[in-house]
């Protein structure tokens, strides 16, 4: 496809060079338009049962944190995937928005978070550069955006597996209308300055910042405190912040960055920021709050960088923060921030709902911000400006309008989109609320039992951090939320996030994938960051791709096929962890597989303290740690008795969505051990493998193992095929009498449960 062709051929030249951000030469943008108006045709349908032909399988609006994860996830699945972004940048807020310090208070990484953290200290690991210089600490991981784009865009040419798998991404493009067969989404319009195309698709992800989809697909959802169609303008939500990404510069600042004459308003701006920083201003003291404000030196270091262009390798030990010569201007700068919207705290919902509003407010962010860059120049003395190396915009947004001709070479190096901390939300069959949350991190905690969620897809760690819209009059009184439930309900561990929050109630083939899941303002407050948004959206595309491939709807996929693979491709799903069943255990998938959905009890389960979220360096945990009270022992070795291989098959079979089979009677002796055949024969009774009409790739079986004599070996010879018996493939015999253990149990489970046959 020509807009493939050029699109790959960009993301090449951007990996080539040590930047991505940069003015694009103009024939490449030509070429680029040039290509999405050649789109006729593009990626021809593969035939799928039951759903029509279409250009792409999957297409993501928003090509943020959550999207682009959501197209490399599909994509590596072999969907054919478009995204869609209306800047001129990949990456949302970890890039675009220069958000580029992780916020991850409980270290919680796997999946493709960690691939994208495991490149990025990759490429600064040679020069000798940490990504510790954040001041939480040096385990923290910060990065310059133009890194994190070009790691990015590494993830997404290898999701195209040297041109086999689809996946294009359309920049400074816009979803424009979605259209629907009655309450179906069948594909989208696309515009951009080389005009529309409508796509037709089979699953459409909102991975947009705002959540602008949802009001395009008449899809139901929430906006503040209020639910659609009924929002309320008035009612309020976060802030936002129009970062930027400034830099020392010893020699002198050059004079294209260099702020001389102050913005309308300043005098107002100039009395906030002497609230926050000032020359004379405190030092950090090792705790967060500070007693404010501070001077410049810990200014910078709360959102310190690295610096490709600096030869100190500095971290986030205090005494190397006076060296840290890059970082990102995110405090002090929310807007409105404290002198609030019309007396209250906050934005109005309208912002999301009114694009005119949005405009205005998004350009008085960014004068905000701007505001800083002279106050740190003239008033403070500071020979800092935004970075030279970062963001080179070939078009200004459209917040810079208007803004006098000194500025705009300032505005060109600034981030492509601000930081948008809440969107719309979609309205599911579920909703996630903080006190469920909370009691779900209290899974195992000081002797508690399990509370995991059955669907678990991801796995987050933070408060409920909301900046401003924070009052009684702000929060979900139908949910039991108010201002004092912020500090009630704060989770004490990690939480998982739910697959049911991914999909909506009233509408079939759209996904939310980022900020706007089912969820209160209050959870959103905890879901709303980087590293959550990354794996909630890895596993958005997980689901569009297996729905694709199976061809049935989004809703009625079993969560535990999405588990599976998610599971494969590296993501954490369960709470529980167990000594005997460490990381690289081959049993390790499957084990937590049974304990999100409750499949079999641990021997014993952990014994962790509960302890405050964000306090990183709690005595008490760390000594639960160290002793390993904190893992549990699921008994991997230990024989399963009858009665447990019979529990373990009605809770699977239920989980599993298939509507074949039956599970087998407990009988006598329910603690008799169970040997190998016996439950071989069960799974496929429990399971409806037998059936050859269902499962016809069975038919031209042989026999796998043992002599076809033994009256069990039928249905070795059935699961076999099916891949669920692999853990045996390099005995030479079943040995159809030897105990299953409980390890052995849960792995062939999981396999079968992913291998039924769905209705």
Known sequence: MAGGFFLSFLSFLRAAKHRTAGILPTFLLLAFWAGFASLEGAAEAKTVQHIGRRDYDVVVAGGGIGGISAAIQAARLGASVLVVEPSDWIGGQATAAGVSTMDDLSRLRSGLYLELLSKIQGYYEPMGKSTGTCYWDARSVAFEPHVGQRMLYELVDDARAGGKNTLDILLSSEVAEVSRERNTVRGVTVRNAGGIRKIACCVLIDATEYG?????????????NSVSPFVDPNAMIQDITWVAVVQKYPGGIPDHLRALTPLPGYELARRNYESYVTRDGMDFKGVYPVKLPVNVISHNAYRGLPDSSNYWGYDANRENWPHIS?????????????????????????????LDLRRKVERDALIKTLHYIYYMQNELGENWSVADDEYRHPVLPRAAEGLPDEWLEIV???PAIPYVRESRRIVGNYTLTSSELLKNSLSYRDGQTSHEFPDAIAIGGYILDLHGADTDADMEWKFDEKAATVQVNRPRGPFQVPLRALIPRDIDGLLAAEKNLSMTRLAAGALRLQP??????????????????????LRDLPAVRVQRTLLEAGVTLSLCRYLDVPPDHPCYNAVQIASTHGLIAPIEPPHAPSYDISDLDDPVLAMAVIKGRDKGTFGIDEILTWAEAVS????????????????????????????????????????GFSDPEAFPEVKEKGSFFASSQHPNAPAVDTLSPLGILDLYKSEREFHFGRPVTRGEAVEMIMKAMTAAKLP
């Not at 890059?326 to 929310?334: A, R, Y």
């Not at 407990?666 to 496929?684: H, I, W, Y």
């Open 212 to 224: 602008d989809i949802l009001p395009l697909a008449h899809a139901e959802y929430r906006a503040g």
């Open 326 to 354: 890059k970082c990102g201007v995110n405090w002090g700068n929310d807007y409105p921030g404290k002198y609030g919207w019309e007396g209250k705290r906050g934005l109005p919902t309208g912002y999301l709902e009114n």
């Open 648 to 687: 373990m098959m009605e809770r699977a079979r239920k989980a599993s969505g298939t509507s074949l089979g039956l599970v087998p009677e407990l009988g006598e002796k329910p603690d008799a051990f169970v040997n190998r055949g016996r439950f071989a024969k069960a799974l496929c009774d429990t399971f």
């Open 412 to 414: 060109r190096r600034m």
């Open 532 to 553: 959550i948004c990354m794996m909630t959206g890895q596993a958005a595309g997980a689901l569009a791709a297996l729905s694709v491939r199976e061809g049935v709807r």
